[in-house]
């Protein structure tokens, strides 16, 4: 009796230690697995093999008119529920729902446990950054928390480009903020007024002096088209973007007509920072051709983020297909970033 009492007891430690080793190891395991199956998007899926298909849908919200109304794409985890999910916004001149990077990232993510909602803007899709898209990710935001199948006290937000930074100003937003479960934003722009000067002059200003930078033709349309709509036509918008130094192009943005004085203020998340309550991450491109890297650094500086990497693993916010080596040195960061998120969408207690 007593050696069966004491197997028994053994048995029992061992099935225990081995529940709570799996309990730590499951968010590392999760997030190797949404690294490269979502992000890398390696062309074998064992994750297919062993989960169900998540259940992808159009849905609108808020009243026809009004500034917070929207319709995007929700997919979500197979099962009642409810679920985690994010808000996903990519940004101008961005990938659709349908398109196979958009539709692997979240297909593994609802395949992991985690839902999103990834908003339709016809503005954003031609290269057109207006403030009402803050509105219109508030009440995305508002609709996900709203859905029985959710979780709505895990409700974030994930963002990359320009999405990231109207991602960063939506959680802000005073009705929203204390809510919020997380923000994460990839190659966002802190100012926008800054990258229109840098845009114009060819240089940017990181500490220890200025360098010449080359934008991408897209970086240049969005921010052509963004100020034609409140300069008063591309005309003057294309004068506040003429070739000039770096003094003169950021005189140019800061001493102008009021219309464009307060787009830039409410599309610059440097003037919104304060009401932000979520924990957030940040991550940027060393290399980015489509928003000089110092953006994240003004924006880690007036509001610490919970993690900050700079990487060589992607071009703006795609990832590379030479990232061999950057994989080795920054592919561990995102691992950890991801198994944070991942345990944190596990926890059985739920957030704060």
């Known amino acids: 009796m007593a050696r069966r009492a004491l197997a028994a007891m053994a048995l029992a430690a061992l099935l225990w230690g081995s529940a709570l080793a799996w309990s730590a190891a499951e968010p590392w395991l999760k997030a190797g697995t949404l690294f490269t199956d979502g992000v890398l998007r ?3 899926r064992p994750l297919t093999w062993v989960t ?12 026809s008119g009004t500034s917070s109304a929207g319709r995007g794409v929700l997919t979500l985890p197979a099962g009642a529920g409810p679920h985690p999910a994010l808000v996903l916004a990519l940004g101008a001149e961005a990938a659709r729902p349908d398109d196979p990077r958009v539709m692997r990232l979240t297909d593994a993510l609802a395949r992991l446990g985690v839902g999103t ?24 935001w508002r609709a996900l928390g709203a859905d029985p199948r959710v979780e709505s006290r895990r409700v974030g937000f994930v963002g990359l480009s320009v999405g990231g930074s109207l991602s960063l100003i939506a959680a802000a937003h005073d009705q929203i903020a204390d809510d919020v479960w ?3 934003a990839v190659g966002p722009y802190a100012d926008a007024g800054l990258l229109a000067a840098e845009t114009a002059s060819g240089l940017f200003e990181a500490g220890d002096g200025r ?3 080359e934008p991408r033709p897209i970086t240049r349309r969005v921010v052509l088209r963004s100020l034609a709509s409140v300069a008063g036509g591309e005309e003057p918008a294309a004068a506040l973007l003429a070739p000039g130094g770096y003094e003169e192009a950021l005189a140019r943005m800061r001493e102008t007509e009021a219309g ?11 003037t919104h920072l304060d009401g932000l309550a979520a924990p957030f991450y940040l991550l940027h491109d060393r290399a980015d051709r489509f928003v000089p890297w110092p953006h994240s650094e003004l924006i880690a500086d007036a509001h610490p983020p919970e993690i900050y990497h700079r990487t060589d693993l992607f071009e703006h916010v795609e990832p590379k ?11 561990w960061r995102l691992w950890r ?3 944070r998120i991942l345990g944190e969408a596990d926890d059985p207690a739920g957030p704060e």
């Open 321 to 331: 297909p030479d990232s061999v080596g950057p994989l080795y040195t920054d592919g």
């Open 42 to 44: 390696l062309p074998v």
């Open 117 to 140: 909602l990834h908003p339709l803007s016809a503005a954003l899709d031609s290269g057109l950054v207006e403030p009402a898209e803050v509105e219109r990710l508030v009440g995305a």
């Open 182 to 184: 997380f923000v994460m």
């Open 337 to 339: 970033l991801f198994a």
């Open 260 to 270: 464009v004085e307060a787009w830039i203020e409410a599309l610059s998340p440097l």
């Open 52 to 63: 169900s298909e998540p259940e992808r849908h159009e849905i609108s919200w808020g009243e």
């Open 211 to 213: 360098y010449a930078w």
